[in-house]
């Protein structure tokens, strides 16, 4: 038979283990928690940001006294460094292309329109920057992108002369500083197509009025 003291030892080791026993659990189950927690966040890729539409139609169309307006695309994107175009979210390309819809309208009966985009390019030049254990005291800036829209609006008589036209180049330039996230990259290229097309617009539209008058409508 056991003693009360033995009797009462074997309890309190009995209820000890009981308990590490529940800790052990609890620390197991925690640790289950947040590793499926870190898996689930880490399956879940970030939301795809999305840019409004660059459009011009709220603008009037220029009116051209053509029948049908083509667009010639001489600037061909290379696709390769150190043009980046191709990586914007709107390239400038496709800008232009839209601007053409929304800005140019074949009004007339006869003779042909054409729009030849001549440059839509965004050139990567790097900067320099200080390096090793000076480099960490400072954030400098360390892309630069060299961007250029030119584009060329004629129109052709039914020979193929060209009887007016009228032409129109802009440049803008930008400087990233390091450690610019993906997301803040693609909102600069954004902004500098916009500003880009906005430019274009602008300095094509009052050229087209200055040199092309006669044959608007």
Known sequence: MLSPSLRLAIQ?????TT??????????L?????????????AVPAPTPTYPEITFSHLPTIRLNVAEVDIIENYVPPHRAPNVDHLF???????LRQWVVDRIEAAGQTRRGRVIIEDARVV?????VRKGLQGLFYKEQEV?????????????????????????????SKTVPEEMTLAE???LFFKLTEDLIKD????????IREHMGKDLI
Do not use: H, Q
Not at 12 to 16: D, E, K, L, V, Y
Not at 89 to 95: E, K, L, V, Y
Not at 200 to 207: D, F, K, Q, W
């Open 30 to 42: 925690s640790v289950l928690v947040l590793l499926l927690i870190g898996l689930t966040s880490c």
């Open 124 to 128: 990567a030049v790097a900067l320099p």
């Open 89 to 95: 979210p709107i390239t400038p390309m496709a800008a």
């Open 12 to 16: 309190a080791t009995a209820i000890r």
């Open 185 to 187: 990259k693609d909102e």
């Open 200 to 207: 274009l617009n602008s300095v094509l539209e009052a050229n």
């Open 144 to 172: 630069r992108y060299d961007a250029a829209m030119e584009a060329r609006v004629e129109v052709r008589s039914d020979r193929g002369y060209r009887d007016s036209f009228a032409t129109a180049r802009v440049v803008r």
């Open 19 to 28: 308990f590490m026993i529940s800790i052990d659990r609890t620390l197991k």
